[in-house]
Structures are given as C-alpha cells and as structure tokens.
C-alpha cells in the first residue's frame, strides 16, 4: 500500500488553484498583489480627487463618512507602498551575489549586516539566499513541469503514474518552490523496478536537468533523472551499479543527493571515482525549509552525514569542508546535525559521529560558541554560529549531560569575534544599502491626516470598540453586581455576546465520561463502541464537539449516533458550519441531521447560516427550523442590518430575515437609523422592502457591533 500524500492529490490541488496555499508568495509578491487591488478599488472612488477633499455638504454625515473612508483607502495603498519598498531587497541581494562573484570573502561580506536595518529579512539571510543563487547558475533547470512528459524511467516511484503526470503537466510552467512553502514528503518505493531504474539513464539529453518541486523525494527537494536514479541505485549490486554509472556525467547535486540517500561508502567511491563535477555548491537540499541548512561544497554534505571515509576521499581530490571562523565551520555543521528535536536534546552519539567530531577536531575546526555558565556543580555551553541557520545547541551537566564529555573540550569561537562595519564605504553592498534605506525612509512619510484618519472615523460613527464595550460590563457588574442576558439585551444585543465572553470560564463545560475509549473510538471508527457510550452516558463538551466533526465528516453512518444522544450536551459553538459547503449541509438533512440545534450559549443555526449564505438561510427556511427571537441577543435581523452597515450593500439574506421577524424590535430600529443616516441607499432599499422598519423621528442609532471572538 502506498504510504505519504498522493501525488494524484496533490497534482488536484494544483490544478484548482489550492497550490496558491501550499506555496504561499514571497512578502513583496504579497505585498505587491494587495498594492494592486488597493490601487484598483480607490481608482473605482469617482467622487474625490484628492485625499481630504473639503465637503461640499459639511452637514452631511452620509457624505463626510465616504470621503473619510475613501481617505482611510488611499492611507492605506500609501501604507502598503511603504512596506512594499521595505520588503523589496532586490537591489541588497544583487549587490550581495555580485559581491560573491568578485571574490569578496563570507566575513567581508557580513561584516555590513549592521549598518542598515532591514525589514522583513535578515541580512544573513539575504547572503545565504545570494549563496544558493549563485550556486544554481552552475545547473540546468528545466522551465516547465512539462519536461515530466518527455522523461522515461519516472514510474520508479510508485506515484508517477500516467494519470499523476498528465495532472501535473496540466498546470503549464514551473512548479513554483518559495522557502516558505509547505512540502510534500514522497517516500522511495520498498521494491524498486529496476527495468523503470535503467529505464532513468536513456534520458540523454537532460538526464542532469533539475525540476524544482515542492514535493521531496528522498532527500531532495529537486528531481532529475540522476537523481531519481541514485537515491534508488541501493538496489543494484556494486558492479551493476559501477557498469550503469560508466556512460554517465553526475553533478555535485547529484552525489550530495547519493551522499543523503545513504548510498553505500562503495558505491560512492566509484561515484565520485566518475569524472564527475565535485567542485561548487550542492543546492538540492539547501532550502529544505523545515530542516534548511547551507553547504557550501560536498566536503559539508559528508560532515553532515558523518562519513568520515568519504571525508578522506574528498580531501585526497582537494575538497575540504568549510572552515571560516568567523562564519561558520564544519564543526558547526556536525553540531547542527546531532541536535534532537530541542534545543537541549543531542542524538545518542554513534561510533559515526565520534568519529567526525574526532576527525575534525584533529584537523583544527573549532566551533562557534560560548560557555555561559562555569561553576564547579553546573557548567553549560551555547553552541551557535550565528550565521548557520537553526545550529543553536546547549550542552552541559545538567542539559544533555551524555553529550556534555564530547563537547567540553571544544575550542569555540565567539560569535561576537566577526568584524562589524560602523560606517558605509564606496562598496556596491554600501551603496545598495544606502539607496535601500532612502527609499525606505522616503515611502514610510505618511500624512498627518493619515496618522488621525481612524480617529476622525470612529468619532463620527460612534461606534464603542470591543475593549470600550467589555469596560463598560466591567464597570456595570461592579455597579450593579450580577447582570443578566435581559438587562443587557435592552442596552444592545451585541453587549449579551460579550457578557458571554467575559463569562466564558463560567459556562458549565459537562465533565468526561470514558474520555480516551470514546476518543480512540471515534479516531478507529468504532461504530459499535461510539454508539454505546453516547446511548448510555452523557457526553462531555469536548466529546459532543469530536462526535459532531466526525458526523460531518462520515453523516452516513454518525447521523444517527448523533441524533440519539442520551440528554445531549451543547457544542461549545458551531462555526464549522459556515465553512462547510450548501452540499454537506444537504448531505447531513438527507441522513436524518436535526438543524435545530443550539450551541453552549443558545445561539441557533440561523446565527451561523446568516455568516455563509443567503442560500444557507433559505435551506434552514425550507427545513422548517424555527429562529428564536425571545432569546436574549443578536437575531438573524439584527446581523443582517449590521451587515448590510459593514458592507455598505444591502444584506443578501435580507428579503429572509425579514420574512423570519414576528415583531420589530428596539435594536431593529437603531440598526435602521444607522443605515439612514451614513447609508441612505442601502436605507432606502430596505425601507423599500419593508416600510415598518422606518425608525421614529429621535430614534438613536446603535453603538456597539457584533464581532466574533
């Protein structure tokens, strides 16, 4: 059976647009996409031809509250212009790889990482980014996912079937791979097919050609046909593996992968024994973002393998590891790799790893570090490089003690040691940070209008904010002692939803009965078990939430178990629904679901149907299921009138809320009264449809709005 995430899945994904949340974009990508639609929606604003136009009817609060909220848009794209400029490194990082390129050493370069503080990235990670960039002009990348069509041998994983390939190939040009992006572990095959292996080395033309993924593969996050070939080669013997490898080029990608993949020292030897490519930067596996880590030659990769005879051969062909006291050492990078899954937590040491950590120590690497505390019952190290991503470690008597007796006798490098610029020189680094922090300073001026524009809004609107809203319970409770969900209801509905928030801690949550049997039923699916304890026991909050997840999940076979329910308990709330599809909803009914459940504090479905849909109100409608507006706090009507207020639209579900409504309420009216008075249109569509809700002359609008905690 194939273990790990379906390629065939994920190919899905790709083609209907979920990828967009697998490989999120780069900050400035974001920020430029937000840029753009806030430019487009003031550039839709025909009203105003400058930020804070004077008004041509200063008694207006309809007309003095659009043009503020036009001013606060147009704040806003100024705003977004400023972080626009300040995550854009682009001039940095070019200076940075060309830097590179003329020779400047890792210490030079880092050595201006203060003069300029710069948003969103760290400098240090700007050079390792430069590094990996110029590492990949060195390599072949192929431009498009299409390249899967015209490779043979993909089928040795057992994913790459036809029907995977052609979905993948549908989404026309790169699989895009951000470090941010999520990844997609695809195991190697158990069996490999060795006829689909061979079939990996007639790929003539661009069997060294890497596509860039956001699935990995082994070790690697790019794949190629080298690479599929190697990370499967352990299943030839060592002379078909020799005999396979002898008409074939490999690159320093390719053996790092091998390296990775655990290739037998033999194997490797007559790999590297290849007129192979063993100088340059292995860049399949640097930007693994949840283990990344910078290699700067195949001497690096074995350190972090703890191959101390692939060492010695590489040292035999000139190829040392790294060793830059000031940046980082290969004693960090052995470091790095014996970390657990803390910062305090050392694998257990192997004869592998002793071995490395003695063969470095002979040859002169030290580590970067410090020992911060040295009494005679405690001592501790730091271990860190500063430049090396995620190489912090302690050690010490009484943190990872077992470790401790290797690492004691380390000579360190204080990280504070690396020379730091004070002062910008005529250097192409210099100049592009000077220009980056004009510009910078420049976009961030913002308008002292800006600086008052949410101020000005909130004075006009009267509305409390959620912290003036909570206060004043505060105050009343103390003033008055015990409140009630009726007295606040004649203060405003939305203050009984935050009483209930301040209150929370006092909802009764029902305590557990068979807590971890019903919980390892409903995870193995055991009907018969779950059946059981909710037909003969009251459940718990939290077991009334996990039955109702799994009912949504599986309403074929839970619906029923649901229903049945001995004394049934609330769900703490029942905001999944308004993120579910009208189709599982239909789903549910059709299997026998009951709408007219509440949750923990008494709100109905129509409380939630109302977030999701006009579609979803008619459904609950055409169900028959009743809305209660006896009880204390927002009614459907209610938010349909602040929605309609937020969005400057008329609500959707409007014509349904009214049809639910017995009786207009107070809250009803000065909901309206607020329409009338900022929103005239919207206010006259509603009055439109229904004339009674027309509030009286001195109606006072609402203060205070709905917003879910």
């Not at 909130?458 to 505060?474: D, P, W």
């Not at 709100?603 to 009743?626: G, I, K, P, Q, R």
Request: with cysteine.
């Amino acid at each position: 059976m194939k273990k790990g995430i379906s390629l065939t899945v994920f190919a899905g994904f790709c083609a209907f647009g979920t990828y967009l949340i697998l490989d999120n974009p780069t900050p400035i990508e974001a920020i430029s996409n937000e840029v753009s639609t806030s430019t487009a929606t003031v550039a839709e604003q025909n009203n105003a031809t400058s930020l804070f136009e004077p008004l041509s009817q200063p008694n207006s609060k309809a007309l003095e509250l659009a043009k503020l909220k036009l001013a606060k848009r147009q704040c806003k794209q100024q705003s977004l212009k400023a972080t626009q400029v300040a995550a854009d490194h682009s001039q940095i990082e070019a200076a940075i790889k060309q830097a590179l390129k003329d020779g400047d050493s890792l210490e030079d370069i880092l050595s201006y990482s203060e003069l300029v503080k710069i948003s969103y990235r760290s400098f240090n990670t700007l050079v390792i980014n430069a590094i990996k960039e110029n590492a990949e002009q060195q390599f072949q990348y192929a431009s498009s996912v299409n390249i899967l069509k015209s490779w043979q041998g993909l089928e040795v994983i057992d994913y790459f079937d036809a029907d995977t390939i052609n979905q993948l190939t549908a989404i026309n040009g790169p699989l895009s791979q951000n470090t941010g992006s999520m990844m997609f572990n695809v195991p190697l095959p158990e069996q490999v097919n060795k006829t689909a292996l061979y079939k990996l080395l007639d790929n003539n033309d661009d069997f060294n050609t890497y596509l860039k993924t956001p699935f990995k593969i082994g070790p690697s996050r790019l794949i190629s046909p080298s690479i599929l070939f190697l990370a499967n080669a352990h299943t030839l013997s060592l002379t078909e593996f020799e005999n396979a490898i002898s008409s074939k080029e490999f690159t320093v990608n390719d053996i790092a992968v091998a390296l990775k993949s655990n290739l037998p020292n033999d194997y490797l030897t007559a790999l590297i024994s290849q007129p192979a490519q063993l100088n340059g930067s292995p860049t399949a596996m640097s930007d693994d973002f949840m283990d990344e880590q910078l290699y700067l030659n195949l001497a690096d990769v074995a350190v972090s393998e703890f191959n101390v005879p692939i060492l010695k051969l590489l040292s035999e062909r000139g190829i040392e590891p790294t060793n830059q006291p000031n940046v980082f050492t290969a004693m960090d990078i052995a470091i790095v790799n014996l970390k657990g899954s803390s910062n305090s937590e050392v694998q257990p040491l192997e004869s592998k790893h002793l071995e490395t950590l003695s063969y470095l120590k002979n040859k002169g690497y030290r580590a970067h570090g410090e020992l911060v505390r040295d009494t005679p019952n405690d001592r501790l190290l730091m271990l860190k490089s500063s430049f090396l991503p995620s190489s912090l470690l302690f050690v010490g008597d009484q943190v990872a003690n077992d470790a401790f007796s290797q690492f004691k006798d380390l000579k360190l490098i204080p990280n504070n040691q690396a020379f730091k610029r004070k002062e910008k020189d005529n250097s192409v680094i210099s100049k592009a940070l000077s220009a980056y922090e004009r510009q910078k300073q420049q976009a961030k001026k913002i308008t002292p209008e800006c600086e008052t524009i949410d101020q000005r809004i909130n004075s006009l609107e009267a509305i409390k904010t959620r912290s003036q809203a909570l206060e004043e319970l505060e105050t009343l409770e103390a003033q008055q002692g015990l409140l009630t969900p009726n007295m606040l209801q004649e203060i405003d509905p939305v203050q009984v939803h935050n009483w209930q928030f301040l209150h929370l801690n006092d909802y009764k949550y029902q305590t557990s009965t068979q807590y971890q049997a019903f919980k390892e039923a409903i995870v193995e699916k055991d009907l018969n078990t779950v059946a059981t304890i909710t037909q003969t026991a009251k459940l718990s909050t939290h077991q009334t939430n996990m039955l109702l997840a799994a009912t949504i999940e599986n309403p074929q076979q839970l619906t029923s178990i649901w229903q049945n329910r001995v004394d049934p308990t609330a769900p703490e709330n029942l905001y999944v629904f308004t993120k579910l599809a009208l189709e599982q909803w239909q789903t549910l009914a059709d299997n026998g679901f009951d709408f007219s459940l509440k949750d923990m504090q008494n709100n109905d479905m129509y409380f939630y149907a109302s977030m999701h849909s006009n579609a979803a109100v008619e459904f609950l409608m055409s169900l028959a299921v009743t809305h209660d507006f006896s009880k204390p706090g927002l009614d459907i009507l209610d938010q349909a009138l602040e929605q309609s207020y937020n969005t400057q639209t008329l609500a959707d579900y409007m014509p349904s809320a009214l049809k639910l409504v017995e009786q207009y309420e107070p809250n009803h009216f000065r909901r309206a009264q607020r329409l009338k008075v900022f929103v005239p249109d919207v206010y006259e569509e509603l009055i439109k449809l229904e004339p009674k809700l027309a509030p009286k002359d001195g109606t006072v609008m609402n203060n205070y709005q709905y917003s879910a905690y």
